[in-house]
């Protein structure tokens, strides 16, 4: 793990990004060493949980909320000016930058001892996603997306990520968290139609599948109703490592909704067609 001590001080960052990246990518795993180290505390314990929500469980435990504000500590402390978007916590500020933080995501994964639940941290400057991190610390994987890179720690070993060649449905591993989780009926119908077409059908995955996209183990993943801190962190993982992450409608996912990724352009663009294919009236 990258230690902060070597990293002495915050410099005066100027308009040259390729400047400054760097110092964003030490801090933020800095950042995903302590929240790893809060999160890894709680994992597999007796938690008390609640849900943010009445009509449907939404859990919240003392690990989310004790990550989200270490990691809001941080970046106060060597970025005060910056603004941070949190699932738990935010901190507006007026600035070009913003942090986007889900502390645990995959919290029902979490609580129920499954490893794949992982820490979402990325990094946007006017609205254009830099860097992106998801860290999987039950398995001790690390996925890192930034400039033109992107790469996985595991124990240690840098590996550069890089997707498969799969161009073609009916050949495609898709994955979702649950299309029970969708935003509604009607998007879980067309991924439950699209489903019959492709070779094989994996749920439950949280943001460990976009990794397991990137590193070139399945092709495809499709969700619905996402929030911007459960997607930005994986767009520079997957797309650095040749793949694309894009909207159902084909827009940015800077503010999550209806998500595609796809190893490939060519496949996403045969998925998406699939998806809003309109019947002939």
Sequence with gaps: ???????????????????????????????????????????????????????????????????????????????PKHSILGEELSVENTSEYEWCIDPIDGTKSFIQGFPIWGTLISLSRKKEIILGIADIPALNE??????????????????KLRVRNTNKIKDSILNTTSPYVFANKQDQK????????????????????????????????????????DIRALEPIIVNAGGILRTWEGNKILHGGRIIAAANNKLFKKTRDKMIKKKPS
């Design 190 to 229: 067309i991924f439950e139609k699209l489903a019959k077409d492709v070779k094989t059908v994996r749920l439950g995955g949280d943001c460990y599948s976009y990794c397991l996209l990137a590193d070139g183990h399945i092709d495809l993943i499709i969700e619905s109703g996402l929030k911007p801190w």
């Design 1 to 79: 793990m990258i230690k902060l001590q070597k990293f002495k001080s915050i410099v005066i960052f100027n308009t040259y990004m390729k400047e400054s990246i760097h110092n964003f990518v030490k801090v933020a795993n800095y950042i995903a060493d302590d929240a790893r180290k809060i999160s890894l505390n709680y994992f597999k314990k007796k938690l008390k949980i609640k849900s943010k929500d009445k009509k449907k469980f939404d859990p919240v435990t003392i690990a989310d909320i004790k990550v989200q504000k270490k990691i809001n500590e941080i970046i106060k402390k060597y970025f």
């Design 142 to 159: 690390r996925y890192i997306g930034y400039l033109n890179f992107s790469y996985k720690i595991t124990n240690g070993t840098k590996t």
